[in-house]
């Protein structure tokens, strides 16, 4: 209990920054709609408007990137502050400490997901508007899924690079690397692109004309995803058992 | 020595953000063909565009603006702070110099890194479009890498005094990242669009751009002085309090 304390405890101010900065923006999307809504060049339903400027645009790279920064930290920064040897010497395996530190970052990513899920559905009747639970939910899902995509790449990084800030740097310039690769034009025809799996953006279960998710969510897709997060938070931890302190 | 000091720290990320901005132009430049032709095509939106909007749309308004924007944020983070992390404030402060030194040094520093980071594009842009039969005007190049580095001294300074401000583990570049959207989302809003605001428009002069009479070369207008100048005095207010922020802080 007292590792998942200290994930939390190093966590917890990126953490609830993302977490208020993400609340908030949603609490004012839903707000200002009608003022929102006219940063289009044309005339937007209620449910266009949510998902271009959240489930497509500002609020999802906001949460792409607050993912890959929860993903930073770790032993080897942990080095570099000189406490590593305090951590390494509680009697628990170095691949439990960073399974812990991964469970806890994912539980975050899950929480940021479901912000904009429970604030903007609950909030619309206020203004007179109407925004589906379901549609909410199953954005959520898929957010939380490449969330949890995301946060691994920046965590594999922390593990890899030491430096103060040599991790994010590599974190985001990876994320960069993956999303070139997958709009090379035989990759582009695969639903390999996370930032289109979170957002919808030509998948099968997504209806454009009205921007909501009209077919069944890609499980067997988020499967193979959270098989990938969990394998490379296994490597990780193998990382971490043959590093040096 | 407190140079030499600044630039120790700063160094490793200085050199991993030059070496992705330059093979970020070079990659745009020397595979122009392949990207725009659409043989391997990497970003979908460039198919079929002439090389001078290409070069706009993949660097000067595109991929790369976003990667210095964001990457300008960790070269901003420094102060005293992090070391008092690292258990090493005691030891700078044991220096025969003030706070106040020690920070502008650092900030100097910073500032240098970011106006080399600012030319590459312009360095390598033109002189690499040679390579591939191609032309890109030096003055345009010149003209973005100042747009660059005023607006990037901002996100500069808003991470420095983020740094100097949140003691938390990424606390500040997380901090940084969320004012720097909500900077481009505050600023795209209907009623505060006319004023151009948004940062990242004027670094990649959007809506601003228009063509040679020939009809091959997109170009910008006059530099917005005004605009930069206001930018760039919010970032010597922004490093001023850090400073004084510092000198009021306990280790």
């Given at each position: 209990m007292m590792l998942w304390y200290k994930a939390w405890r190093e966590s917890r101010d990126r953490f609830l920054l993302s977490a208020v900065t993400i609340a908030a923006l949603c609490v004012g999307f839903v707000v200002f709609h009608r003022q929102g809504a006219e940063i289009s060049d044309r005339p937007l339903t209620y449910l266009e408007y949510i998902w271009r400027i959240v489930y497509k645009g500002y609020l999802r790279e906001l949460f792409v990137l607050l993912a890959l920064l929860l993903g930073i930290g770790g032993l080897l920064r942990e080095r570099d502050h000189g406490t590593a040897g305090f951590t390494l010497a509680l009697p628990v395996s170095r691949p439990h400490l960073v399974l812990v530190r991964a469970a806890t970052g994912l539980l975050e990513i899950a929480v940021l997901s479901l912000l904009p899920a429970l604030v903007i559905p609950a909030l619309s009747p206020l203004v007179g508007q109407f925004y589906p639970w379901s549609q909410s939910i199953q954005f959520a899902i898929l957010w939380t899924a490449g969330g949890a995509f995301i946060f691994v790449i920046g965590f594999v990084a922390s593990n890899v690079f030491g430096g103060e800030y040599t991790a994010p740097i590599a974190a985001f310039l990876g994320l960069l690397l993956y999303s070139v690769i997958v709009d090379l034009p035989f990759l582009e025809?695969?639903?390999?692109?996370i930032h289109d799996m979170m957002s919808g953006v030509?998948?099968?279960?997504?209806?454009?004309s009205v921007a909501t998710l009209a077919g069944p969510l890609p499980w067997a897709e988020l499967a193979i995803i959270f098989l990938i997060v969990i394998s490379l938070v296994a490597l990780a931890g193998r990382i971490a058992e043959h590093q040096d302190f | 020595m407190l140079w030499y000091k600044a630039w120790r720290e700063s160094r490793t990320r200085f050199a991993i953000i030059a070496s992705a901005l330059a093979g970020f132009c070079l990659f745009a430049v020397l595979l122009h063909h392949q990207i725009q032709s659409g043989?391997?095509?990497?970003?979908?939106?460039?198919?079929?565009?002439s090389y001078s909007e290409h070069i706009d749309r993949l660097i000067y308004s595109g991929t790369a603006k976003g990667m210095f924007a964001l990457l300008t944020i960790f070269l901003g983070l420094g102060g005293l702070l992090r070391e008092k992390r690292h258990r090493t404030a005691s030891f700078t402060l044991a220096l025969p110099v003030s706070r106040l030194r020690i920070l502008v040094t650092q900030m100097a520093v910073g500032i240098v890194e970011l106006a080399i980071l600012s030319l590459l594009p312009a360095l390598l842009i033109p002189s690499s479009s040679l390579l591939v039969h191609q032309y890109y005007p030096l003055a345009e190049a010149l003209h973005f890498s100042i747009l660059w580095f005023c607006c990037g001294s901002g996100i500069f300074a808003a991470a420095f005094l983020l740094s100097v401000l949140l003691g938390g583990e990424y606390t500040a570049p997380v901090a940084c990242y969320v004012a720097l959207m909500l900077e481009v989302l505050i600023s795209n809003w209907p009623s505060l669009r006319?004023?151009?605001?948004n940062l990242m428009w004027t670094m990649g002069e959007f809506g601003t751009m228009h063509w040679n009479p020939e009809h091959n070369l997109l170009l910008a207008g006059p530099l917005p002085w005004p605009r930069l100048l206001t930018i760039m005095a919010i970032a010597l207010c922004m490093l001023a309090l850090a400073a004084r922020i510092t000198q009021k802080q306990d280790y």
């Open positions: 025809h695969y639903p390999l692109d030509g998948m099968p279960y997504f209806k454009s | 043989v391997t095509n990497p970003i979908r939106s460039l198919r079929g565009n006319p004023y151009r605001l």
